[in-house]
């Protein structure tokens, strides 16, 4: 139990490392996230700057 309590704690520290909101905005063709509006790569900026919408179609 003890194992697979910090295998999960692991993990969850692991992903809550990945910068989601960078990613996302990389990947529907928006560019650096860090270059427009507030300059954070939090979800408020991601949802103030980019298409509500994704992914982004032309």
């Known amino acids: 139990m ?3 309590v910090l295998i999960a704690l ?5 992903l809550g490392s990945i ?3 960078l ?3 990389r990947f ?3 560019g650096d996230i860090r ?3 507030s300059g ?3 979800a408020t900026n991601v949802l ?3 298409s509500k919408g994704w992914p982004r179609r032309p």
């Open 2 to 4: 003890t194992g697979t």
């Open 19 to 21: 910068p989601f909101g």
């Open 10 to 14: 692991g993990v969850a520290y692991l």
């Open 35 to 37: 270059a427009i509006g």
């Open 40 to 42: 954070n790569i939090g």
């Open 23 to 25: 990613l996302l905005t």
């Open 48 to 50: 103030r700057t980019g």
């Open 28 to 30: 529907s063709g928006k």
